[in-house]
T-cell receptor
Framework: SQQGEEDPQALSIQEGENATMNCSYK?????LQWYRQNSGRGLVHLIL?????REKHSGRLRVTLDTSKKSSSLLITASRAADTASYFC????????????????FGKGTKLSVIP | EAQVTQNPRYLITVTGKKLTVTCSQN?????MSWYRQDPGLGLRQIYY???????DKGDVPEGYKVSRKEKRNFPLILESPSPNQTSLYFC???????????FGPGTRLLVL
């Protein structure tokens, strides 16, 4: 089941510009995470934001979470060519029955291209 | 160095020939999981394990088996691979199912 959906699917910007990616989800969450994947390689964790947090920073990354709109955004400031990658959001999918254990579900990702 | 390792990294096999992809982590994580990644479908969870001898199905478990006999290892078994299991497979581990996931480098599988 798809919980998080990233938008846009692809984004192309010039080096030095800011890149913004969005993630929308359907049900209540405990936390939301952002990951980065360089072509064909393993995903690398960027930021985890909990449901009671609204904003978090890590270096050039800024993540916001709006639980009322069920959405999150990832902002990369002053982008570099090395930021070229796919970016995924991941949320916990609570079973509708309310029973069982939680697991993360990933969106399909935003493919970011930063042109030197 | 803290890491998740997978072997093999690349594998070409034929339909019906049983195979195992190994996954090992050295971070003493309790939670481990397997994902497959396909173009246009994103990352989908196959199986996960919350601890030794505790496993459960993810979103796409059909055609796969797992076992968790030791905390550090979580092998993925394809008893009778079929071409629709051609994919890029990732193992991941963490302290909890909802916490930061540490991913392996991936195993690219081609089933002919």
């Amino acid at each position: 089941s798809q919980q998080g959906e990233e938008d846009p699917q692809a984004l192309s910007i010039q080096e030095g510009e800011n890149a913004t990616m969005n993630c929308s989800y359907k049900t209540s969450i405990n936390n939301l995470q952002w990951y980065r994947q360089n072509s064909g390689r393993g995903l690398v964790h960027l930021i985890l934001i909990r449901s009671n947090e609204r904003e978090k920073h890590s270096g050039r990354l800024r993540v916001t979470l709006d639980t009322s709109k069920k959405s999150s955004s990832l902002l990369i400031t002053a982008s570099r060519a090395a930021d070229t990658a796919s970016y995924f959001c991941a949320t916990d999918a609570r079973p509708y029955s309310g029973a069982g254990s939680y697991q993360l579900t990933f969106g399909k990702g935003t493919k970011l291209s930063v042109i030197p | 160095e803290a890491q998740v390792t997978q072997n093999p990294r690349y594998l070409i096999t034929v339909t019906g020939k049983k195979l195992t992809v190994t996954c090992s982590q050295n971070m003493n994580h309790e939670y481990m999981s397997w994902y497959r990644q396909d173009p246009g479908l994103g990352l989908r969870q196959i199986y996960y394990s919350m601890n030794v001898e505790v496993t459960d199905k993810g979103d796409v478990p059909e055609g796969y088996k797992v076992s968790r006999k030791e905390k550090r290892n979580f092998p993925l078994i394809l008893e009778s691979p079929s071409p629709n299991q051609t994919s890029l497979y990732f193992c991941a581990s963490s302290f909890g199912g909802l916490e930061t996931q540490y991913f392996g480098p991936g195993t690219r599988l081609l089933v002919l």
